[in-house]
């Protein structure tokens, strides 16, 4: 298997789909959280997730600096600290801000996947700090790629709720 270009297509593609679905966004907006359920991003911060969740992870996983202090153990974590509740999340101030993040935030993964080689996408072992479960290189990126298009999908649906006409072409960059 080719990673490398399997990953530099998905990443091409959910970049680009995550945009223009991001570009159907009303700034006004932006507090926007469905009204059911509990621990809902509100749209800014789901805009800020998209543009921020892939370069940092790829950064952590092909250089192993994750951003921490030196002496930060994850091991040490509860799981609850893992995951941040949904209002402790950080937001965006307006959608133009968002997707020039997105912008910077695909280069970042694009210049994290040139420092690799193609025998570490296919065998090197990669443990996340949140899931130790063993996976190569190659498909912990690849499964944070998919990470940007599963919120990619949520943020649709959060334009559907809003009234927004989208449909499946939005959804799939079409």
């Not at 223009?20 to 997730?49: C, F, I, R, S, Y």
């Not at 543009?51 to 940092?56: L, N």
């Not at 649906?157 to 927004?164: H, P, T, V």
Request: charged residues 25%.
């Amino acid at each position: 298997m080719d990673w490398r270009q399997l990953l530099t297509e998905e990443i091409e593609y959910g970049y680009a789909v995550a945009d223009k679905v991001m570009a159907l966004v009303d700034d006004d907006k932006l507090d926007w959280k469905p009204e059911t359920g509990d621990n809902w991003m509100k749209t800014g911060q789901l805009l800020k997730h998209i543009a921020t969740c892939c370069g940092s992870t790829f950064k952590g996983f092909i250089t192993g600096d994750w951003g921490m202090p030196a002496d930060f153990d994850p091991k040490d974590m509860k799981p609850e600290d893992m995951l941040l509740p949904a209002d402790a999340m950080p937001t965006i101030d307006s959608v133009a801000a968002a997707r020039k993040e997105l912008a910077g935030d695909k280069q970042l993964t694009l210049d994290m996947l040139a420092r690799v080689t193609d025998e570490d996408l296919g065998s090197k072992p990669a443990p996340a700090p949140w899931d130790p479960r063993p996976m190569i290189l190659g498909h912990r990126l690849l499964s944070m790629v998919l990470h940007i298009m599963q919120h990619k999908g949520q943020l649709f649906y959060y334009l559907k709720l809003q009234g927004k006409p989208v449909n499946t072409g939005d959804l799939w960059g079409m």
